[in-house]
């Protein structure tokens, strides 16, 4: 089956992230196919590299980065939900004039179609909540 | 257009999160592609309260883009008859018009459509 994920909770605020992560580690381990992680609201902030938590704990960037290079992973953040957050990619700082970047790689910035894309060319869209 | 039907669920009041305002956002984004409906379900039948003033609050009124969604395509706006009378409101406090549904019938309205988008 194919699957596609999509995240509205921001990384250690509630259990949103966690469960999406495990949840897309379940779906590849079963063999099934992940089309695309979109992160909305936010979740965009999922896509920061410069999250630094404590190293008794889940590094969420760190997994997320590791999962999609593994499987090669379409990890998508909300360009218009990333920008009012203050995550953004080299291209976006240059473009809004600002002096830093946090979008760690492989994820990348692009619009709301590619939510509807995945809602769809998935048979299943599963949306982790806040 | 894709032959799926989509429909958006939006179950929050707004101002308080920005949840109403980016699944709105979406809405837009899924007419362009998809035959869309929307649920506006508990809390969130508050995003079509007519006379929102929201400067107090540093938020957009978006409520007003409701309007736009006949004109982008999207077919119906659902809303629950449980909801309104819980909320001491009638679809004349309503931004746009709404199809009215019981509770009773909420669950045969998801199954009706291929994929939700719950915000």
């Known amino acids: 089956m194919r699957f596609a994920i999509t995240v509205h909770g921001g990384p250690y ?3 949103s992230s966690h469960s999406a992560l495990n949840f897309a580690k379940a779906v590849l381990h079963e063999g099934h196919d992940l089309y695309r992680v979109f992160f909305y609201h936010d979740g965009v902030f999922n896509g920061s590299e410069i999250m630094a938590p404590p190293q008794d704990e889940i590094d969420l960037y760190g997994e ?3 999962l999609a290079l593994d499987h090669e992973l379409d990890l998508v953040v909300c360009i218009a939900s990333a920008l009012r957050r203050g995550v953004i990619n080299p291209t976006e700082a240059e473009r809004y004039e600002k002096s830093a970047a946090n979008l760690g790689k492989p994820f990348t910035i692009s619009g709301l179609g590619q939510l509807i894309d995945a809602a769809l060319s998935a048979d299943r869209l599963v949306t982790f909540r806040v | 257009m894709s032959d799926r039907q989509l429909l958006f669920v939006q179950s929050r009041a707004p101002h308080g999160s920005l949840f109403g305002q980016e699944g709105l956002d979406a809405i837009l ?14 809390d969130g039948i508050y995003q079509l309260i007519r006379d929102q003033r929201s400067s107090g609050t540093s938020t957009r009124d978006y409520s007003v883009s409701y309007g736009a969604l006949g004109d982008y395509g999207v077919e119906t706006v659902f809303c ?5 009378t819980e909320r ?9 018009p709404v199809s009215v549904i019981d509770r009773a019938d909420v669950a045969s309205l998801l199954n009706d459509y291929n994929t939700i988008l719950d915000f």
Do not use: K, P, Y
Not at chain 2, 34 to 40: D, F, I, N, Q
Not at chain 2, 80 to 84: P, R
């Open chain 1, 13 to 15: 605020t509630n259990q």
């Open chain 1, 64 to 66: 997320w980065r590791q």
């Open chain 2, 29 to 42: 984004m899924g007419s362009a592609f998809a035959t869309c409906a929307v649920l506006m379900h508990g």
């Open chain 2, 80 to 84: 629950v008859q449980e909801d309104l």
């Open chain 2, 88 to 96: 001491r409101l009638v679809v004349d406090d309503l931004v746009i």
